[in-house]
């Protein structure tokens, strides 16, 4: 954990995880960037829309025997809909997403650097106009299909992030899925990809606590 006071209010900004470079100051929301020394403030974040979102930062979890916490989120947006990417501190280090969307739940890992094919595939996903959408490819010898390719739109971000995800940040978002839950995905930002790895899961299987409490229920 390392902690800095924010440039802008000069409140006390916490990076849980050591993979996260990037902050929004709660208190006045500022942008912070963390360099090897100091911090620096990249702009003001507007808050997020208000959503029916179960999680929260704070709220803790398992996966697969593993405990984590949510240390920050983006929400992303799409022609169709939004949906939350929350980062993941977790007991063993490794650098995890939860993503929410319409009620489904999936966590992975990232894969670093990102498998040769993934990053063909998901190019040529990109490139082709989908018509690489059902095309398959194999990963930890698992066999996945690429099932929808979409540009999206960073609509807001908040807590800490392993990479700065200010509002209007734009990937092409390329997800994957196996037979048993199996799923992947492969963001591509302007020069860069990045490969994720893990399955979709239960509700009841991560044993959230401190979950999101709405008023009247
Ligand atoms: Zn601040």
């Not at 902690?3 to 995880?17: R, Y």
């Not at 995905?185 to 009841?204: F, H, N």
């Amino acid at each position: 954990m390392k902690k800095f006071n924010c440039p802008s209010c000069g409140a006390e900004v916490v990076f849980n995880s050591n993979h996260s470079v990037y902050a929004v100051c709660k208190f006045c929301h500022s942008m912070i960037v963390r360099h090897d020394l100091d911090v620096e403030s990249i702009g003001t974040m507007a808050n997020l829309p208000g959503d029916m979102s179960p999680f929260q930062i704070g709220t803790e979890g398992y996966y697969q025997g593993t405990h984590f916490s949510l240390v920050g989120r983006m929400k992303m947006g799409w022609e169709d809909g939004s949906w939350n990417e929350w980062f993941m501190a977790t007991d063993d280090g490794r650098k995890g997403w939860l993503a929410e969307a319409q009620g489904f739940y999936s966590i992975c890992f990232e894969v670093d650097p990102p498998p040769l094919e993934f990053a063909v595939r998901a190019i040529q996903s990109q490139k082709q106009d989908n018509q690489f959408i059902g095309s398959a490819l194999v990963f930890n010898s698992q066999k996945l299909h690429i099932v929808d390719a979409k540009k999206a739109t960073c609509i807001g971000s908040e807590g800490e992030l392993p990479l700065a995800a200010p509002q209007g940040r734009m990937i092409v978002s390329v997800d994957l899925l196996g037979a048993y839950g199996e799923f992947a995905s492969v963001e591509i930002e302007t020069g860069k990809l990045r490969a994720y790895s893990g399955r979709y899961v239960d509700w009841k299987a991560m044993r959230c606590s401190n979950v999101r409490t709405f008023d009247g229920w």
